[in-house]
């Protein structure tokens, strides 16, 4: 049976309709998950939740007032129609939630520590009367990491400057994380800093050394040359100039590299509104 012009017109022109809602669509949909996918990056963190009132309901509306103790720094978020909320890209450091909304009492929750590429967990729970009266909630993180599936631990600046390491190398340090294999120290090999070129190698989850990423301030310092004393392994920086750093062995997303292993991820001090107690 023969067709019709007609109806090979109207097949190919249904055709073109549906490839253009196609592109549409996969060119709209990952823009709709951008405020969730970053919420945190490779040198940043984020705190998220829910606001609910004594009996649960969620508070639409609420104002959120993020500040960060070292800076002075202040984010403004207010909760959704579903009580969620969302500050993201933070910098590491001590942050105060500040919550605010007619009909409830101010709630502070002080000295929360945002830690480098997590989402931290804080469920405001709002309690009823005067906004001009204020409670303040001590301890309200939540215990169990359910923002992300990645397998890591952040080491401190605290723990590198408490601990001995020779030549002042941090990444000495990274041995010490779960999943981390090392080589035993060795004081002659660790002036600039190896790690990536085989000699002073360190496998994660029993991965190859060149399987690691190693990210300094959210940029990649991976020696891909790795030809050893000529092209000088990563960069290793003072550890008194080190705010934190983290070691990921697992279960990351794609957003943190191209390498299948270990990511390790300092992130340097920045300039605070006070003097550190050191130079006083």
Same mark, same amino acid.
């Given at each position: 049976?023969?067709?019709?012009?007609? /109806?090979?017109?109207a097949?190919?022109?249904?055709?073109?309709?549906?490839?253009?809602?196609? %592109?549409?669509?996969? %060119?709209?949909?990952?823009?709709?998950? %951008?405020?969730?996918?970053?919420a945190?990056?490779?040198n940043?963190?984020?705190?998220? &939740?829910?606001?609910?009132?004594?009996?649960?309901?969620?508070?639409?509306?609420?104002?959120?007032?993020?500040?960060?103790? &070292?800076?002075?720094?202040?984010? !403004?978020?207010?909760?959704?129609?579903?009580?969620?909320?969302?500050?993201?890209q933070?910098?590491?450091?001590?942050?105060?939630?500040?919550v605010?909304?007619?009909?409830?009492?101010?709630? /502070?929750?002080?000295? +929360?520590?945002?830690n480098?590429?997590?989402?931290?967990?804080l !469920?405001?729970?709002?309690?009823?009367?005067?906004?001009?009266?204020?409670v /303040?909630?001590?301890?309200?993180?939540?215990d169990?990491?359910?923002?992300?599936?990645?397998?890591?631990?952040?080491?401190?600046?605290?723990?590198?400057?408490? +601990?001995?390491?020779?030549?002042? !190398?941090?990444?000495?340090?990274?041995? +010490?994380?779960?999943?981390?294999?090392?080589?035993?120290?060795?004081?002659?090999? +660790?002036?600039?800093?190896?790690?990536?070129?085989?000699?002073?190698?360190?496998?994660?989850?029993?991965?190859?050394?060149?399987? !690691?990423?190693?990210?300094?301030?959210?940029?990649?310092?991976?020696? #891909?040359?790795?030809? &050893?004393? #000529?092209?000088?392994?990563?960069?290793?920086?003072?550890?008194?100039?080190?705010?934190?750093?983290?070691?990921?062995?697992?279960?990351?997303?794609?957003?943190? &590299?191209?390498r299948?292993?270990?990511?390790?991820?300092?992130?340097?001090?920045?300039?605070q509104?006070?003097?550190?107690?050191? %130079?006083?």
């Amino acid at each position: 049976m023969r067709m019709s012009i007609q /109806t090979i017109a109207a097949s190919i022109s249904s055709t073109r309709a549906c490839r253009v809602l196609l %592109c549409t669509l996969l %060119c709209v949909a990952p823009a709709a998950f %951008c405020p969730v996918s970053q919420a945190q990056t490779a040198n940043t963190g984020a705190i998220a &939740g829910s606001v609910t009132d004594p009996s649960g309901a969620v508070v639409a509306g609420a104002q959120i007032r993020v500040s960060n103790d &070292g800076t002075g720094e202040i984010r !403004n978020v207010s909760s959704s129609r579903q009580g969620a909320y969302l500050v993201p890209q933070l910098a590491p450091g001590a942050y105060t939630v500040e919550v605010s909304q007619p009909g409830f009492k101010g709630t /502070t929750y002080p000295n +929360l520590q945002v830690n480098v590429t997590e989402t931290l967990g804080l !469920n405001i729970h709002l309690v009823v009367g005067d906004v001009r009266e204020n409670v /303040t909630v001590q301890g309200a993180e939540e215990d169990l990491q359910v923002e992300s599936s990645a397998l890591g631990r952040v080491t401190s600046g605290v723990v590198i400057n408490s +601990l001995p390491l020779v030549a002042r !190398n941090y990444t000495q340090v990274i041995g +010490l994380n779960p999943g981390v294999a090392a080589e035993v120290t060795n004081a002659g090999e +660790l002036g600039r800093g190896g790690g990536s070129d085989g000699s002073d190698a360190f496998v994660s989850q029993g991965g190859s050394s060149r399987d !690691n990423n190693f990210q300094l301030n959210g940029v990649e310092i991976d020696d #891909f040359e790795a030809s &050893g004393s #000529f092209s000088g392994g990563i960069a290793t920086p003072n550890p008194d100039a080190i705010q934190e750093f983290k070691v990921q062995t697992g279960q990351y997303d794609a957003t943190y &590299g191209t390498r299948r292993r270990g990511q390790r991820r300092s992130h340097h001090k920045g300039g605070q509104q006070r003097l550190p107690r050191q %130079c006083l």
